[in-house]
């Protein structure tokens, strides 16, 4: 069974920092590519990041490049994203992503 589950959300101050972290089984990870997407309230899912499956290329949205940083750790089969200056309009279901397989989501709540 294809299990991702992504951990590391809550509630932060704008500036906050927040990792968010995807533990993944029942697939060969290091075969596969990452990715994070987010999905703010009531808007569809916007891709956030993205990398190769050995970690050598990492992808940005324009809007994360210097604020986020996406890394994995094929021998723990886990993906993670630092979010660092964090904006109210980082408010977002973070879901983890690897073609077809996707993670429950984790709610990120940027708030004073």
């Known amino acids: 069974e294809v299990q991702l589950v992504e951990s590391g959300g809550g509630l932060v101050q704008p500036g906050g920092s927040l990792r968010l972290s995807c533990v993944t089984s029942g697939f060969t990870f290091d075969n596969y590519a990452m990715s994070w997407v987010r999905q703010a309230p009531g808007k569809g899912l916007e891709w956030v990041s993205a990398i190769s499956f050995n970690g050598g290329s990492t992808y940005y949205t324009e809007s994360m490049k210097g604020r986020f940083t996406i890394s994995r750790d094929n021998a723990k089969n886990t993906v993670s994203l630092q979010m660092n200056s964090l904006k109210p309009e980082d408010t977002a279901v973070y879901y983890c992503?690897?073609?077809?397989?996707w993670g429950q989501g984790t709610q990120v709540t940027v708030a004073s």
């Open positions: 992503n690897a073609r077809k397989f």
